[in-house]
Each structure stands twice: as structure tokens, then as C-alpha cells.
């Protein structure tokens, strides 16, 4: 018998109250919600404000917890997973971009990409050059010895994705990211997270309430209230989005991903 | 993460506030500093007394005096009993009293103390210029003070002689030598005294006491205990030492705890400045949970800063009390030698003492940071991310 396929994520089942009260269903964030994540997915959950879908990133990303149902990531239950382990799931295995950027002000711009690394345990030398490279890749190199707050919004969203990207996660998980920035820029950044899916081959699960970009996911799943109103798969030709990056810089960044 | 790194990163953070850091650390530093002056000046004076108490006499000599109603007396039997002790290495008869002696038609008048030439080295007086008296001469020392109430310099007064008279402190009467005396010996006494071979007095003369040198330690206690039952009085240095260490003790107590006040005020001020630091940074706290630093991570760093200031903190602390104390004794001492005394370091500074003051702000800062620093590693990273 072939061995069952395993998704990237599994939700299954899940629902999300808040409050002391598991049955006020006034509190309902998140009902009876299943969802699956395949590798190499371009998924997009749509909705308006307050339907729950950044609850659902959140639990994905493990920074929040399911009041019923389970979340799996590769077959292992976040909700089982100790301190540890959820810390090293944050740092190895999903790489989290935000509408805030947040990006810590007191370090320098290199300094933040390396992070995760830093927590890794990764020498200070060998993550100052994986971060350099990186920044060099998404062409912000330039600002490396900067601090955040010196930055524009969009440059400060390509170095909280450099963050995101540094230890090679199976997994974007990215929450209304052109929240914070003028069309221009969320055209740029909006096309450059295309682009780590389509060209540089990264999976990636992103939040949005605009839906301007729902043409570039490959799968984009509609919540209201709580609950899944449909799934739709795009019909979306990626190739007719001009690449944001030097070609060249795609292939390096699937080599980085490697090292 | 890497110890390296915490430490990086805390210096990083503690660097971003930069004044903030720099007034705690400052407000450590001058109670630490209080401290080190309070405690340098405690340890400065008891040296000093100790020292000169060592100094001035044997720790082994005791003074024995009369009993209660001049009995039993002190007399030319008593002198050949307590020689007879086998605890006793020396003695010397010793009359104090009042001296007087004229010189180039100045009378002047001064402490006397009249004994065996041994009295001097028994007493701990050392002779700078000169030799000591001999037993059987009529024969003086004297101390530099007499010399200048007299007006004379040393070379002066050596070799010359001189009339001199002796009080007896028994009936106040005045006992007038035929012989003139001639000045052997100056000492380096603080007082001005001089001193007379005991044999020069008349035998009616009674003494004052007997200085007598125990063989050693043991023997101070037992020929205390024996004297003291036959109803002598009997006092000894070591006596005076447990006493002024005493003294010491709780004026070190007194000192330590107006230094603990304000240790105690410099660490609330720690602990408001922690507290407030984690409110502030509550966000970033949240942002590094997300990338995955681990609770254990943040801990260490916020103990980590908490320490960094402690430490920082003593060592500040430390330069300043003893810039401070260094610049109080060069005042002191300004003072001292316009007015004809010596200088002297009346500050102290044992290493173990000064150790300490960089390990006791480091521990306490700990101390103070480990609630602030526990809470920032329990913070709920989605919470914390929501902080504004």
C-alpha cells in the first residue's frame, strides 16, 4: 500500500474562541475550519476585517493555539510541541512576514535579517555573510548598516522578507503585507513575494483583505465569518509578472536556499 | 543562542539608551561609591588606631598598678616576686608623673616617667637620635615636642645638660636632683615626655606601676588572671585592642547600614528602570519570540543587561569613592601638615573589600532583574507583537 500523502499543513477542524467562555459563540473567532497547505502553493486567504484569517495565519505560525480541532505541520501537532521545539518551528521551519514590518529598531538592518540565525547559534561571522548575501539578492544591500527606522516602508518590508528567507523555512507565512505601504510599493513587494513562490520556489501562505492581488496565488480561499466560504483555484498565467529581480538572482536564491 | 551573542546583544540594546543606561549605572555607582568612602574611611581609622596601639607598646606588656586601698602596694617585693613568675620576661618599675626641667633659663614643664632603661623598648618608644638612658646615670631622653615648647633643635640639646625636677604624683611634692642631667636620647614620642632612670629617685617614691613583658600570648592572660587574684590592678594591651575593635565593630555596622539605604534606593531604581525597559520593549520581545529566540534566550538577555549595569555599576563605583576618598585625605592632610602634624592615609581599601563592591551591585542587580526578566521571557509572543 503507497504511504499516505502528507500536506505541508493540515488545519483540521479547527475553532478559535476567545474570552473564559469556549461556548459564547459572540466570541467565535474561527468555526470548523479545514484547510490544507501544499508544498509549492501560492495560497491567499481573502476576507474582510475581522473574518478570522490572520487568526488562522497566527495558528499556522504557531503563535497562537486552536481551542478545538488540530493544527499539523508535516504530521506533527503544534499544539504538542514544547517550548523548544516551537521556538526552533519559528526559526527553521516558517519564516513570518508582517503588515508592521517589525523589525527591531535598537539593531541595525543586517543585524535583524541575521536574527533568526543569531537564535540559531549560528557563528557571528558566517551569519553576517548569509545576511549580507541575502540583502545583496533582494538588492537592499546597501542599506545593511542602517537602522530600520532609516529605511522606507518598502525597503523595510524587503528586509523583513531577507528575515523571513535567512533560514531557509519550508514556509511563507505572510500577514497583509502592503498594509503599511503606498501603491507603488505594495505593487513592488506584492510582486516580489510572487516571485519567491513562482521563481524562486518557495511556498507561501499570505493574508490579505485587497483584492487586487488574489489573480497571483495559485489557490485562494475566501473566509467570512469565522468559516471557509469557498476555495477557488487561479487561472493566473505567472509568467506575465515582470520579474522584480535581475533573472540571475532567482537562481542564486534557489542555491541559497540549499546551503 | 550563543553566551557571545546575549552578551552582544545586550550591550547593543544597552547601548540603543544609551543615557538611560548611563544614569543607572551612574546611580549605582554613587551608592557604591558611598560605600567605598564610608567603609575606606572605617577601615582607614581602624588601621591606623590598631596600628598605633600595636605600635605605642607591646602587645605583650601588661601595666600592673596597686590594689584597691593601696593593697597590696607596689614595692621594691612586689618587683622581685613578679620576677620570680615564670611568665614574666621583663619588668620595669614605672613612676609617672610631672617633670619639669630649665634650660638656657626656660622652665618648662611636661609628662615624666621614670624606670628601667627597658621601659622604652617595652613601650614600643623608639629613639631616633641619641641612646637610650643609662640605669645608673643621671641621664634623660626627650621627646621632640619638649624640644620645640623648648625651642631647641636636636643637636642642639644632645650631650648638654640640664636641671631638672620631678613631681611625686603620690603627694605632689617636689623633688629637686642635686646633679644636673645630661640628654642622651630624643624619641619619636607624639607627646611630650621625657624619661628618667628610676634610680635617680629617691626610694621614698612610690611607684605608679609596674610595666611588666609577659614571654608570650599565653602568658599575658595567665599573669593577668594571677595578678588580678592577688588584687593587683591590672591592665594589657590586648584589653584595650577587644575593646577598640568593639568600638570598631559597630561604628563598621553603623556605616554598613547607612551604605545598605542607599544601596537599597539605587536598587528600586533598577528595578523601576528594568521594569519600564521590558514595557518598551515588549514588542521586540514579541518580534524575537516570532523568529524563534527562545524563552530561555530572553531571559538570559534581560539578566544579562541587569548584570552589565550591576557590574558597571561597582566598577564606577569604585573609581568614584576612591577619587573621592583619595581627594578627601589630600584635604585632610593640607589641613594636618599646615597645623604641624604628619600626613597620613587615613582611607583603607582591603582587596577583598573592594572585590566585593563589584560583586555585590552585580549580585543584586540579578536579584532585581530576575522578575522583570522572567516576565519578558513568559510574554505571549502574538500579544507582545500586538503591543503598540
Avoid: C
Avoid at chain 1, 46 to 54: A, N, R
Avoid at chain 2, 147 to 166: E, H, P, R, W, Y
Avoid at chain 2, 183 to 195: E, F, K
Wanted: hydrophobic residues 45%; aromatic residues 8%; charged residues 20%.
Amino acid at each position: 500500500m503507497p504511504r499516505a500523502h502528507l500536506p505541508l499543513i493540515t488545519v483540521d477542524n479547527v475553532s478559535k474562541t476567545y474570552g473564559d467562555h469556549p461556548e459564547d459563540y459572540s466570541q467565535l473567532i474561527l468555526i470548523n475550519v479545514k484547510v490544507t497547505i501544499e508544498e509549492g502553493e501560492f495560497v491567499i486567504i481573502f476576507g474582510p476585517s475581522g473574518s478570522g484569517k490572520s487568526t488562522l495565519l497566527n495558528m499556522m505560525a504557531g503563535l497562537e493555539f486552536p481551542t478545538g480541532g488540530r493544527i499539523f505541520v508535516r504530521g506533527s501537532n503544534l499544539a504538542k510541541l514544547n517550548n523548544g521545539e516551537l521556538a526552533k518551528y519559528h526559526r527553521d521551519r516558517m519564516g513570518m512576514v508582517f503588515q508592521q514590518f517589525n523589525l527591531i529598531k535598537s539593531l541595525n538592518v543586517w543585524e535583524n535579517v541575521a536574527l533568526p540565525q543569531a537564535a540559531a547559534g549560528v557563528p557571528y561571522g558566517k551569519r553576517k555573510k548569509r545576511a549580507h548575501h541575502l540583502l545583496h539578492l533582494l538588492q537592499v544591500d546597501k542599506y545593511a548598516n542602517r537602522h530600520p527606522n532609516e529605511l522606507s516602508g518598502g525597503q523595510q518590508q524587503r528586509v523583513a522578507i531577507a528575515r523571513a528567507l535567512i533560514n531557509d523555512p519550508s514556509i511563507l507565512l505572510v500577514d497583509e503585507p502592503t498594509g503599511n505601504l503606498d501603491t507603488k510599493m505594495a505593487d513592488e513587494v506584492m510582486n516580489l513575494i510572487h516571485d519567491l513562490h513562482y521563481r524562486a520556489q518557495h511556498t507561501v501562505v499570505l493574508v490579505t483583505h485587497n483584492p487586487d492581488y488574489l489573480r497571483y496565488a495559485t489557490r485562494v480561499i475566501y473566509i467570512r465569518d469565522g468559516q471557509i466560504e469557498k476555495e477557488e483555484n487561479s487561472q493566473h498565467d505567472p509568467g506575465s509578472v515582470k520579474p522584480v529581480l535581475p533573472e540571475e538572482y532567482y537562481k542564486q536564491l534557489i542555491r541559497f536556499r540549499g546551503k | 543562542m550563543r553566551w557571545i551573542d546575549i552578551i552582544r546583544f545586550s550591550l547593543t540594546i544597552l547601548r540603543t539608551n544609551f543615557l538611560r543606561t548611563l544614569l543607572t549605572i551612574a546611580a549605582i555607582g554613587t551608592a557604591i561609591g558611598l560605600i567605598v568612602v564610608l567603609l575606606g574611611f572605617g577601615y582607614g581609622v581602624q588601621d591606623l588606631t590598631i596600628g598605633s596601639i600595636i605600635h605605642s607598646q607591646s602587645l605583650l606588656s601588661l601595666d600592673v598598678t596597686a590594689g584597691k586601698d593601696n593593697h597590696p602596694p607596689l614595692d621594691p617585693k612586689s618587683l622581685t616576686d613578679f620576677k620570680g613568675y615564670a611568665q614574666v620576661k621583663e619588668l620595669s618599675p614605672v613612676v609617672a608623673g610631672e617633670g619639669q626641667i630649665s634650660y638656657n633659663g626656660k622652665l618648662i614643664s611636661n609628662l615624666a616617667e621614670a624606670g628601667t632603661s627597658n621601659l622604652l623598648t617595652m613601650e614600643g618608644t623608639v629613639i631616633e637620635k641619641g641612646r637610650n638612658f643609662d640605669d645608673n646615670s643621671p641621664e634623660i631622653v626627650l621627646s621632640p615636642q619638649s624640644l620645640s615648647i623648648l625651642d631647641v633643635t636636636a643637636s642642639d640639646i644632645l650631650d648638654k645638660t640640664l636641671d631638672v625636677s620631678f613631681i611625686n604624683p603620690a603627694n605632689q611634692e617636689k623633688i629637686s636632683f642635686p646633679k644636673q642631667f645630661k640628654v642622651v636620647g630624643i624619641t619619636s614620642d607624639a607627646n611630650p615626655v621625657m624619661y628618667l632612670p628610676h634610680s635617680m629617685l629617691p626610694a621614698s617614691v612610690a611607684m605608679t606601676s609596674v610595666k611588666v613583658l609577659a614571654k608570650d600570648r599565653n602568658g599575658v592572660a595567665e599573669l593577668q588572671q594571677l595578678l588580678l587574684n592577688q588584687g593587683y590592678g591590672v591592665e594589657s594591651l590586648l584589653d584595650t585592642l577587644d575593646s577598640a575593635q568593639k568600638v570598631f565593630n559597630w561604628a563598621t555596622f553603623g556605616l554598613i547600614a547607612i551604605a545598605a539605604i542607599a544601596l537599597i534606593v539605587a536598587a528600586i531604581g533598577m528595578f523601576n528602570t528594568l521594569t519600564i525597559t521590558l514595557m518598551e520593549r515588549t514588542r521586540e520581545i514579541g518580534i524575537m519570540k516570532s523568529v524563534g529566540v527562545t524563552d530561555m534566550a530572553v531571559l538570559k538577555l534581560f539578566l544579562t543587561e541587569a548584570g552589565i549595569i550591576g557590574l558597571s555599576g561597582g566598577v564606577f563605583g569604585i573609581l568614584l569613592g576612591l577619587g573621592v576618598s583619595l581627594i578627601i585625605n589630600q584635604v585632610i592632610n593640607q589641613v594636618a601638615i599646615r597645623y604641624g602634624g604628619s600626613s597620613l592615609m587615613i582611607f583603607s581599601f582591603p582587596p577583598l573589600f573592594l572585590l566585593s563592591m563589584v560583586g555585590y551591585p552585580t549580585l543584586l542587580s540579578l536579584i532585581t532583574g530576575f522578575y522583570p526578566a522572567i516576565r519578558a521571557a513568559r510574554l505571549n509572543p502574538l500579544l507582545a507583537l500586538r503591543y503598540e
